[in-house]
């Protein structure tokens, strides 16, 4: 169970027309797409969800080196009572193909008394005779018929093999039931001294919230139209109209482009399509890369759609838009009469992250082709989503499938598109939501994170917080918002590195405010999901300044610290080096598809429209167009930032118009901020705050004003402290900085008593900015974290020693 994706992975069709007349009602009800009583779906086997999180994590005896070794549990019932059945949960792990069971016995009994050594008892279940299958994720019940007794006991006699070599025991939960309730739950386990283990005591832990089955269908939460109360955003994200000056975010634009360009050909692409339709391939492609082209077909198209589609709202880039027309033109090809368009077959659905992982790409990224432009993308969605609202596979996508979460995402952004449906959401509230989740992340409760139950705790865990937002914003029901309200501060309270990384990943355990250093944290897909989750709180209450801090770390300190140049994107933003990744920058990982589809969308969040005015969020030389009470404003940022601090906007308008501009403050200006309009000094602002600029507008006015930059020092208090010694990590204004050179980098402060004296020690470079170098250390130097070489040995949390007096 110590398994990492990484290590994992190293073994390894309408036209635009007519839209808005989609969007009503289908003749049948999401009701009525599956059998109201979700037993009959399991009535012939009860199937067992993964178990990923610690806390729920299998029992495992030590290994053993032959099969023939004996070992025992044990459950205390307290006291004797009569028992009708014994259920075995089986271990559940995660191989190439996808989850397993393990470890359960070949051979085995179970048996009941009241003498704890069991010198005489009753038997319950004899499988010793011959060998027993693996059950893989079925849970098995072996009926009682009677037996009374104090003490359960399964003795295993024959050990299943696990690797080469290697035997062992290994089991989630035993549940003893009497009087239809499990008597077993809580108490005390005991095991034999050779091959007991540490964890008996998940054996007989509580059930999970919503049971260990794999079966969710709850129609009882599914609202009806007619009580939906839509909250509407207070502020909206352009989606055109802002074009990029020279600076970072241009860059980084046209580097995506080229990687994009460059990674793969459309064919490569198309493959997947083709194959599932029987249709020829030319030859020639090189080879699927195992595990994101096998096991996610379809994904890689998802993941071009997604970069070029963002793109080409904001540039008008030939080779890109018939790339991405081609594409589409290629899926709709494949599209079958029912309208179906995976690259996998319908009944390859629960294989690997299938159900969710990929679907949610090739959704985001019609969805992104459509808004730029592209008139087929919508209806192609249209007509598959008319299918998998209604398909019969529903009721076992959550849990059933590999990370089943992720296909919420992909529901709720389908709903809010020109061709959205209700059943789009419906389906989400009926299949997926989790009532008693919403109601712990509400509490903040960290278990709700850390400890999610049904699978891998980890920054994946944010796609669900968009859809729930998504939620929220459609039917105004105030359970979603205050779950997410308390997501929200459990992420940044608990899982957020110095510089906004998302310090959790799956598989291994990331207690509250462990910040490991070490292990795979900062993966670029969390950032990108958190990006997306803030931008909606920021919508939705455009005057909280803090959403849109969240935004421009990630944007800073991951998405164009994981980009390398057109080569390809990178997958963890590491805070200690070396600056690579093992897994690969051009083979269409998670991080690649949302990195890029980041990466695309970057002059989204440089400004906010509202009704009565434009937001402006973050600092990029930039020109934006809107519309104002029906007349077209533009306004130009002049600026390089970070580079340098000083902000231009002129403002151009056919005719005085009135507006406010509402200009952001940072929560990292290190004093308050003047603001001067046309030379003259018009308001200063608080940090953490907008100012709001109320006037009326004319040609060729201007405000400017000087972001306060500084350095910010803050200690390391995570789990990978160095003994003896002090670890901190510097930012100036938004920029996590980094040295470079040695990955345990000792910085001294020599004139000060205190490790913030260190700041003192800095001296800016003239020819480089953003560069300091350390006044007496002719050794290091800081850079801004972005720019640290790919392969580069670097640390952004530095051992900071006081010099010896």
Same mark, same amino acid.
């Given at each position: 169970m110590c398994l990492t994706r990484r290590k994992f992975l190293g073994k390894t069709v309408?036209?635009? $027309?007519?839209?808005?007349?989609?969007?009503?009602?289908?003749?049948?009800?999401?009701?009525? !797409?599956?059998?109201? @009583?979700?037993? @009959? #779906? @399991?009535?012939?086997?009860?199937?067992?969800?993964?178990?990923?999180?610690?806390?729920?994590?299998?029992?495992?005896?030590?290994? !053993? +080196?032959?099969?023939?070794?004996?070992?025992?549990?044990?459950?205390?019932l307290g006291s004797s009572q009569p028992i009708e059945a014994v259920k075995l949960f089986p271990a559940l792990e995660l191989d190439w193909d996808g989850v397993r069971g393990y470890g359960f016995p070949v051979r085995f009994k179970i048996e009941a008394s009241d003498d704890p050594r069991f010198k005489t008892a009753d038997s319950i279940a004899d499988l010793t005779s011959t060998d027993g299958p693996n059950p893989d994720d079925k849970i098995t019940q072996y009926p009682a018929r009677g037996v009374k007794g104090r003490y359960v006991r399964l003795t295993v006699t024959q050990l299943r093999l696990r690797k080469p070599k290697v035997y062992d025991f290994a089991l989630s939960k035993m549940e003893v039931l009497s009087g239809g309730k499990d008597i077993a739950a809580g108490r005390p386990v005991s095991a034999d001294s050779t091959y007991g283990n540490q964890g008996l005591a998940r054996l007989t832990r509580p059930p999970r919230p919503m049971g260990e089955g794999i079966v969710t269908d709850h129609p009882q939460n599914v609202i009806p139209e007619r009580r939906w109360r839509p909250v509407a955003y207070k502020a909206s994200a352009p989606l055109k109209g802002v074009t990029l000056g020279d600076g970072l975010f241009k860059t980084a634009l046209e580097n995506n482009i080229g990687y994009l360009l460059d990674s793969f050909t459309l064919d490569e692409l198309l493959r997947p399509f083709r194959e599932r339709a029987g249709k020829p391939n030319p030859a020639g492609l090189r080879e699927p890369v195992k595990f994101w082209d096998t096991h996610l077909p379809g994904s890689n198209a998802g993941r071009f759609l997604m970069g070029a589609g963002n793109t080409l709202r904001w540039v008008d880039h030939p080779e890109l838009r018939r790339r991405v027309n081609e594409l589409v033109d290629g899926i709709a090809d494949c599209r079958q009469p029912n309208g179906y368009i995976m690259a996998y077959p319908e009944d390859t659905i629960f294989f690997?992250?299938?159900?969710?992982?990929?679907? $949610?790409?090739? &959704?985001?990224?019609?969805?992104? !082709?459509?808004?730029?432009?592209?008139? =087929?993308?919508?209806?192609?969605l249209r007509g598959y989503y008319d299918w998998f609202d209604r398909c019969p596979y529903l009721p076992k996508l959550l849990r059933g499938a590999a990370q089943g979460i992720q296909g919420m995402i992909a529901n709720t952004r389908m709903y809010f598109t020109p061709v959205g449906k209700p059943e789009d959401l419906q389906v989400v509230q009926r299949y997926f939501q989790e009532n008693y989740w919403l109601e712990e992340l509400a509490k903040h409760e960290e278990r709700a994170v850390w400890q999610y139950p049904y699978d891998r705790p980890h920054c994946y865990l944010i796609t669900d917080f968009e859809a729930y937002l998504d939620l929220y914003r459609a039917t105004g029901d105030r359970r979603y918002l205050d779950g997410m309200l308390g997501a929200w501060d459990l992420y940044h309270d608990k899982w957020e590195h110095v510089g906004g990384t998302i310090a959790i990943c799956e598989f291994d355990e990331y207690p509250p405010q462990s910040y490991? #250093?070490?292990? @795979? &944290?900062?993966? #670029?897909?969390?950032?990108?999901?958190?990006?997306?989750?803030?931008?909606?709180?920021?919508?939705?209450?455009?005057?909280?300044? =803090?959403?849109?801090n969240e935004i421009e770390k990630s944007v800073y300190n991951v998405a164009l610290a994981n980009q390398v140049g057109t080569k390809g994107i990178m997958y963890h933003a590491k805070l200690v080096g070396p600056k690579d990744d093992s897994v690969g920058i051009s083979i269409n990982t998670c991080c690649e598809g949302q990195g890029t589809r980041l990466l695309g969308s970057l002059p989204e969040y440089i400004y906010s429209i509202a009704p009565d005015g434009l937001y402006v969020d973050l600092f990029e030389a930039s020109t934006i167009t809107w519309s104002q009470a029906g007349q077209a404003l533009e306004l130009k940022m002049a600026t390089q930032f970070p580079f340098h601090p000083e902000v231009q906007l002129h403002l151009s308008a056919a005719q005085p118009i009135p507006a406010k501009i509402r200009v952001r403050v940072p929560i990292w200006a290190a004093q308050d901020m003047p603001i001067e309009v046309n030379g003259t000094l018009a308001t200063t602002g608080k940090p953490g705050t907008y100012v709001t600029l109320d006037r009326t507008w004319s040609q060729g006015d201007t405000i400017t004003f000087r972001l306060p930059m500084d350095f910010k020092l803050t200690r390391y208090t995570g789990v990978d402290k160095i003994a003896d010694h002090e670890r901190y990590a510097l930012e100036y204004g938004p920029v996590l900085l980094a040295i470079i050179g040695a990955a345990d980098a000792r910085l001294v402060v020599r004139n000060g008593q205190r490790p913030e +004296?260190?700041?003192k020690q800095l001296k800016p470079k003239t020819a480089?900015?953003?560069?300091?170098?350390?006044?007496?250390?002719?050794?290091?130097?800081?850079?801004?974290?972005?720019?640290?070489?790919? =392969?580069?040995?670097?640390?952004?949390?530095?051992?900071?020693? #006081?010099?010896?007096a």
């Open positions: 309408s036209t635009g $027309a007519g839209l808005t007349a989609l969007r009503v009602f289908g003749p049948s009800s999401i009701f009525a !797409a599956i059998p109201d @009583n979700p037993a @009959n #779906l @399991n009535a012939k086997e009860e199937r067992m969800a993964f178990t990923p999180a610690t806390a729920y994590r299998p029992y495992e005896t030590k290994p !053993a +080196d032959r099969a023939g070794e004996i070992t025992w549990v044990q459950v205390d690997s992250e299938r159900a969710a992982y990929t679907r $949610a790409w090739l &959704t985001h990224g019609l969805i992104e !082709a459509g808004y730029a432009g592209n008139p =087929k993308a919508f209806g192609l490991r #250093l070490y292990s @795979n &944290t900062g993966e #670029l897909c969390g950032n990108v999901f958190w990006v997306r989750f803030n931008q909606r709180f920021h919508l939705l209450y455009p005057d909280q300044e =803090k959403y849109v +004296d260190l700041v480089q900015p953003l560069h300091f170098t350390i006044d007496g250390d002719t050794v290091h130097e800081y850079i801004p974290y972005w720019e640290v070489p790919y =392969k580069q040995s670097f640390t952004c949390y530095p051992i900071v020693d #006081l010099a010896a």
